[in-house]
């Protein structure tokens, strides 16, 4: 029997697309449930690019996009922290762009301490609080800074805990291995991910879609997080298995997910 799903919340990396190329039969299943008039909204937790810059990759792939139906972690933790920290003076390991989305939200950021010595004890003056997201610019000043201001009590925020990000061709580091380094040699664990699996990126997603949970479906390609914060919201879950999850992992789970896809394409047959 079809699964009825008034709003779907599809993962991107490794479920819809995977670099520049859409996974098959994403086009087709997207496009399909649309003109069903299913609601349809994108969450990611690569806090690389504006919400913009997905909107237009998933136009040019062929999946026309709004930019407001694209939920980022970025997004997600500059909400959260305007409204519950706005005071804080945040270091952050990240990108570029999370940094202008962090100061879009009128929270201050800031610069290296380019005073101080990479190799030495920083003194982390004016930090209040540590940011960590995906950062493929990380060095030793970024791991330095953040240890000597949580080891004195900063407080530690993440927009992801992945371990990876899918790639072409395998996986490349994420922020979970920054956030497992600083916990391991400070002792301390981060107190709010913005991101995957956290109920609070959730929370902005069914609030874009206007359906109520149960009638709503999550879909990605990773157990640990899609999957899980899909059951967590009280929704239908669906894993596909173009990303990370093999068949042997579902086969592992006490409470698998609902569906089990080998791909986008396989998804329309099976919902009304």
């Not at 994403?26 to 997905?54: D, G, H, M, W």
């Not at 709010?192 to 990126?201: Q, R």
């Not at 879609?209 to 999957?227: H, S």
Request: charged share 25%; with cysteine.
């Amino acid at each position: 029997m079809a699964l009825h799903v008034d709003g779907f919340v599809f993962d991107l990396d490794g479920t819809v697309y995977l670099g520049d190329a859409a996974l098959p039969g994403a086009v087709e299943c997207i496009a399909t449930l649309r003109r069903r008039n299913k609601r349809t909204v994108f969450v990611s937790n690569k806090p690389l690019e504006s919400r913009q810059a997905y909107a237009e990759k998933l136009t040019r792939l062929g999946i026309p996009t709004d930019p407001d139906d694209v939920i980022t972690s970025a997004l997600v933790l500059g909400r959260y922290l305007a409204r519950t920290a706005p005071q804080l003076r945040l270091y952050v390991i990240g990108e570029p762009y999370l940094i202008a989305e962090l100061r879009s939200h009128g929270l201050t950021v800031v610069d290296e301490l380019l005073d101080q010595d990479a190799r030495e004890v920083i003194q982390p003056r004016g930090i209040d609080a540590v940011v960590v997201a995906f950062d493929r610019t990380l060095d030793y000043r970024k791991l330095n800074t953040a240890y000597q201001a949580l080891v004195r009590g900063a407080r530690f925020f993440a927009t992801n805990a992945d371990k990876v990000c899918p790639m072409p061709g395998g996986a490349i580091p994420d922020a979970g291995a920054t956030i497992a380094a600083l916990e391991h040699i400070t002792g301390r664990k981060v107190e709010v991910v913005a991101g995957k699996p956290s109920p609070l990126i959730m929370e902005v997603a069914l609030e874009r879609l206007g359906v109520p949970a149960a009638r709503c479906m999550m879909i990605g390609d990773r157990l640990e997080t899609d999957i899980a914060m899909g059951k967590q919201a009280g929704m239908a879950t669906a894993v596909v298995l173009t990303g990370v999850t093999r068949h042997e992992d579902v086969a592992r789970m006490a409470a698998p997910p609902d569906l089990v896809l080998n791909h986008l394409g396989d998804l329309p047959e099976l919902v009304c």
